[in-house]
């Protein structure tokens, strides 16, 4: 069974348009996060949740909506797709709420094209 | 704010050979410090990570990684690699309030 789960894989869309991303993880996990990886494998923290809670939010434009309608579901919306959102988005969870020290476990990644 | 960067794009290694992946970090205090291993179309999977203590960590899958302050280097080491080991890889600085910073990655790529 897939801990963290993501759909689509793969997403293709114009610019402008407005998509959504899901997360699932079934480990009971209290916190859940989603990260952007760019061409260049740069991968960096966007939002954290725990406990349907935002915890971390870094500098992302607020295009980017996460929402959470429970703690095994943590979903990423964009308005206004824009080129340079075209990246690769990874959802993951941990057990606790430090981000800084709890392991992390990742989902496969939807890779998001924008044309 | 830490930094941390892999020298190596890209390695290859015959099967049963030695590896050793470099890290290098940037950080005033002690870090965390992290590996990950990302195989094609899969999630980063945590090798092992080091917060304190013995600065030799044991991970996952026949993985270890030497923290070595002097150098500000954290590199990954496995004495005998298998053609599954084939992946990408991934190291990460983090600190306590500070965000975990990763590095590119370096491609490993396995020959028989």
């Known amino acids: 069974d897939t801990a963290v789960s993501q759909t689509p894989k793969y997403l293709v869309t114009q610019m402008g348009n407005d998509k959504s991303i899901k997360c699932e993880q079934n480990?009971?996990?209290?916190?859940m996060y989603w990260y952007k990886q760019d061409s260049k494998k740069f991968l960096k923290i966007m939002f954290s949740y725990n406990n349907k809670e935002l915890i971390i939010n870094e500098t992302v434009p607020n295009r980017f909506s996460p929402k959470s309608p429970d703690k095994a579901h943590l979903n990423l919306h964009i308005n206004s797709l824009e080129l340079g959102d075209s990246a690769v988005y990874f959802c993951a969870s941990s057990q606790g709420g430090d981000y800084h020290t709890d392991t992390q476990y990742f989902g496969p990644g939807t890779r998001l094209t924008v044309l | 704010a830490q930094s941390v960067t892999q020298p190596d794009i890209h390695i290859t290694v015959s099967e049963g050979a030695s590896l050793e992946l470099r890290c290098n970090y940037s950080y005033g205090a002690t870090p965390y410090l992290f590996w990950y291993v990302q195989s094609p179309g899969q999630g980063l999977q945590l090798l092992l990570k080091y917060f304190s203590g013995d600065t030799l960590v044991q991970g996952i899958k026949g993985f270890e990684a030497e923290f070595k302050r002097s150098q500000s280097s954290f590199n990954l080491r496995k004495p005998s690699v298998h053609w599954s080991d084939a992946a990408e890889y991934f190291c990460a600085v983090g600190a306590r309030y500070q965000k975990v910073t990763f590095g590119t990655g370096t491609k490993l790529q396995v020959i028989p």
């Open positions: 480990l009971g996990h209290d916190t």
